[in-house]
């Protein structure tokens, strides 16, 4: 069954169907868009109102005509009431003289020289015409707004309306009783400050009337208005709703269709590769796209002609033309980029490509004088043949020139840093070329004699600390044992000969420590020491360790705290180097740990190596860096005045090493880390 629907999907019939269902739902959106959106032929917003009382056109109507009807029963109320200037105040003519005056004021007439009062009155006898028919100007506007509001209510043909303020009535029905206005399929009564709409729906969206208890409004509509009005939105409302599901289900189809296509284009039933073979696809991409572009602008400029011309019946063909043509432009990009060939087949790629690797070849191959004599040769014929690109050749051409000219005395700027003793210096010169290679040789060997002074210095460092730590820790004991010989030589009581000797056996004791310490640091950092791989178990050797020291630990009262994440964790290591690492840790923590303090022990597993994690708190100010406590002959107190030799941590660091682990501490005010890694037994 799978294999038969695979047939079928990646056949030419499946891509057919797919690219017509495609086109087809596709000119059917854009046309519905057009008609709906962009065009205004339809009003959307008929789709929200469940009945005509409640849509907009109703509401408008019936709001105007309340409106209308207020300001000509309230402002107007008949021609002869304005006639008579009932309609106009005097703060209306006082206004109407301020804007006359703020006209004077920008014309010649106005003296910038004279007073307000003077100016004043020069205005009242320029305008004294202007003034002196104002009131009658007035008047006659408002005899327009009257006769236009008028006119506004005769254009309602089925409306009856009474409305009745003071003294004034106003109204086009013989018939002023509240029934007869009641017995019309839809009204509005108004009186006082009670109100009764028919139908109860439309309530909520007209506007309040604020009546006195003696004013009234009775506003009727009769079939004449409802039933033409009517049927025109139960018919725009089917129309509309149509056309909502018509463009739903096309996009709908169009998503689906479009989908599956770029899915299965491409593709045939014999294998799952991206397939070429149309003569489409030999277009170059970047022609494509601008003809996708150039289709693009085409329906625009058709759908600009059509509207202008009124010929919008052919949208519908016009649309399924372009986008035919358009969608199978499309796919061929679609196959391209799953192929992942969108860049590299394009017509620009093509030709910066063969350029650029002609430029490369010159500059990376070949004798300098083989690339200078091809410039010459080769950019004149380029500019001659391109005459047009002319200036576009020089351009490029004097680009090169100058970032060869800058690579040049890049290099010639950090020669001279070189010369003058600054090995930090770095020449930068990118690509590859010869200038780019003589650069990175030139950084090599600042990098190299950056390097050999940096260890030299180190190195006599490293040997004056040397020389000065071991004469210290030498001589301390020596000269005890010297002294102590002179006293024996002298002494005859056997008592204090017997506790001369046991001096002088605890100093020499402190030299043969210092001294073996000394040869196995030397033989650990030269990595002379022979190392046994096996599998150890690093759970039992700390547990292991802890419990041969469990007399110091409780000398020194000190709190060890032991956490690993399993029962067992093997490591790849030598059991004796890493004990002897291990217990070098150890000792430096009975040396130079807070006494009645914790000890915390960590050993977890990180992947491919374990972590052994070992942190205490010493009594002693660290005040000197990791790196610096990592140095032999450097101890955690600075005066010097415990028993260690200062090679512990170097000899652990060079034993784990040595082991293909890592060693390292970390310092953290009093807190004194040491970490290792070392690789888990597969």
Known sequence: MDIKWKRFSYSITSKIIAFLITVFCFSVAITLFLNMLVLGNEDLSIVNEKSYYQSDDYIHDSSQVIQTLDVITQVYKSEDHILSGGTITDDEIAQYEEELYREFEFSSSYDQELSPAGNRGRFREAYADEIALAREKLINEDLDKFRAEMKSLKKYQGVIYYAKKGETEFTNSPNDNKSHFKSAPAYMIFEGLEEEVFPKEMNVYLPKMALKSDEVMY???????????????????????????????????????????LFIIGRKPEDDKIHLNDSIDKIYTDINLGLCALLIASWFGSM???????????????????????????????????????????????????????????????STAVKVVLIVVVYPIIAGLGFIMLPITIAVAAWLALKKVEEFNAIK????????????????????????????????????????????IKSERLKSELITNVSHDIRTPLTSIITYVDLLKSEQDPEKIAEYVEVLDQKAQRLKTLTDDLFEATKASSGNIPVNFEKIDLVSLITQGLGEFDDKIQENNLEFKLNHSSEKIHVRADGKLLWRTIENLLLNIFKYALKDSRVYIDISDAGSDAVLTIKNISAYELNISASELMERF?????????????????????????????????????????????????
Do not use: C
Request: no cysteine.
């Open 304 to 366: 600009a002609f059509l509207f202008r011309s009124e010929y919008t019946d052919i949208t519908f063909l016009v649309t399924l033309t372009i986008a035919a043509a358009g969608l199978i432009l499309v796919l061929s990009l679609v196959k391209h980029v799953k192929n992942r060939t969108l860049f590299t087949y394009t017509l620009t790629y093509k030709v910066f490509y063969q350029v650029f690797a002609f430029i490369k070849d010159v500059f990376n191959s070949g």
């Open 634 to 682: 450097t101890r955690g107190d600075a005066a010097r005045s415990s028993q260690g030799s200062g090679l512990g941590l170097s000899i652990a660091k060079s034993l784990i090493e040595i082991q293909k682990g890592s060693f390292m501490i970390e310092i953290d005010g009093d807190l004194f880390k040491a970490v290792i890694h070392m690789p888990k037994e597969s």
């Open 219 to 261: 506003i009727a509509f009769t079939d004449e208005f409802i039933k033409p009005r009517l049927e025109a939105w139960n018919e725009t409302k089917t129309k509309v709703n149509n056309m909502l599901y018509w463009l739903l289900g096309s996009s709908l189809a169009l998503a689906a269709a479009f989908i599956w296509l």
């Open 413 to 456: 700027v950090g020669v001279k840093q070189v010369k003058e003793g600054n090995f930090r210096h770095t020449i930068v010169v990118p690509g590859e070329g010869e200038l780019a290679l003589l650069a990175a040789d030139i950084n090599s060997i600042t990098d190299g004699l950056n390097k050999a002074v940096e260890s030299e």
